[in-house]
């Protein structure tokens, strides 16, 4: 066992958790009643556990595959393949997957820069590609002989034209540098704060406001390639509705399925590592404790390192004295 620093959050489980929540994990013959009005987590192969699930029933597909590198999870390997491999082994995914999907589906397939052609070639094989989200992976250290790789992809396809998209729940809240006044000094299309200036501004396809899970949020795990509670409810606020069906097939520690039941969203993950899926149903009981989504607060996404700042002026505000009449007066 790691030997963790005291204010160490990851998630660990002891040999109690994993009998109790062992238990927990979606029966093939009973998915369908388990998940129609519920978040689960289904241990084994996604291909195999995608006839089991209804056809036509999923609204939003998210998938995370393994990027094409060779990498170990919690023991098992995924071996590098050749790109033309690759690809065909993402196809057989997608087409399976298929299916499941509403006519008005949205799909959001990960990967890196080595594996944009890949996506893109077995995407379009399915799909209608609609964007290409690119978000900055901060975490890592610099190269010295390349440019550091701080940027993963994640592309946005429909099965139609006819789609849901919802931009005014994705707002993105920036702070203004330099702001723009009317005329009476009153403030243009932003607000002012006792923390500073602010705007909603409506979201793009680079995002720089996404924080990696780390050993000091709640929402960590020992997963190697963990996205964050942020980036999902990015995803789903703008292409799902409460109380739509969410499929993972690549759940990993179960941050899609924690996201869905924190929006109201149904969700059914898959994981072939059962520790992981284990990581994903304690998770799941720590959101009914717990809804809030670090970096998203009062319908907006906040941009990083400035949600903290605020609460902390909004509590200090409550413990500053009130201001003297003299000193009212200067503001008036």
Known sequence: MKTRAPRNRTLTLTDSDRARLREQLLKRDKINSQSRDSVGVANGDCADWASYLPKASVDLLFLDPPYN?????????????????????????????????KPDASVYICGDWRTSHSIFEAASEFFEIQNRITWEREKGRGAKANWKNSCEDIWFCTVSDDYYFDVEAVKLRRRVIAPYTNADGTPKDWDRTSSG???????????????????????NTDHPTQKSEKLLAKLLLASTRPGD????????????????KKLGRRCVGVEMDEEYCLWALRRLEMADTDRTIQGYADGVFWERNTLSDQIRSEKQSLLDPLPSKAELTLFD
């Open 197 to 219: 200036n602010f705007r909603d501004t409506h979201p793009s396809n680079i995002w720089t406001d996404i924080s990696i899970p780390f050993w000091s949020m709640p929402e």
């Open 245 to 260: 069906f969410v499929l993972d097939p690549f759940l990993g520690s179960g941050t899609s399925a924690v996201v869905s």
């Open 69 to 101: 590198l060779t990498k170990s999870f919690n023991g098992r390997t995924f071996a590098k393949m050749k790109e033309s491999e690759y690809t065909t082994w993402l196809k057989e995914i997608l087409g399976s997957m298929r299916p499941l999907l």
